[in-house]
């Protein structure tokens, strides 16, 4: 994304010169940072409490890795103009594998309704212990 930003240009400057495109370089990589710190907390959490401890995080990462990634790919393929649709460029096949991914895995719905689950009973579990 930041290589064709820095070669394509529009308007006379860069298109990594305009605001826009520098909001977009900027949530990726903080949607970057979020699915990577998620896969190693999980990973974290598997091996020290097990995969049945864990299954919050499991579940959370089924959901929200795939959609930070597809948020990314789907920026990345704004930058690239018509050129991200095209097969010059592997992002069409990307954003069509990762929405894949996002219904191979179980539905969204599915992994969200484990994690709110999960975080109700500890809710309810801290609120029995402070009475």
Do not use: W
């Not at 049945?52 to 930070?68: F, G, T, W």
């Amino acid at each position: 994304m930041i290589d064709r930003s820095m070669s394509r240009k529009t308007f006379g400057k860069r298109l990594c010169e305009h605001g826009g495109c520098q909001e977009m370089i900027a949530d990726s990589r903080a949607d970057l940072e979020c699915a990577r710190l998620l896969t190693l907390s999980c990973a974290a959490a598997i091996d020290n409490l097990g995969p049945n401890k864990a299954r919050d995080q499991i579940s959370l990462i089924k959901y929200a890795v795939p959609e930070l990634a597809f948020r990314i790919i789907d920026r990345s393929v704004q930058v690239h103009g018509g050129a991200g649709v095209c097969q010059d460029f592997p992002l069409a096949r990307a954003l069509a594998g990762m929405r894949t991914l996002r219904i191979a895995d179980g539905p969204d719905a599915v992994h969200k309704r484990t994690v709110a689950r999960m975080e109700v009973k500890k809710a309810l579990k801290a609120s029995k212990s402070r009475l």
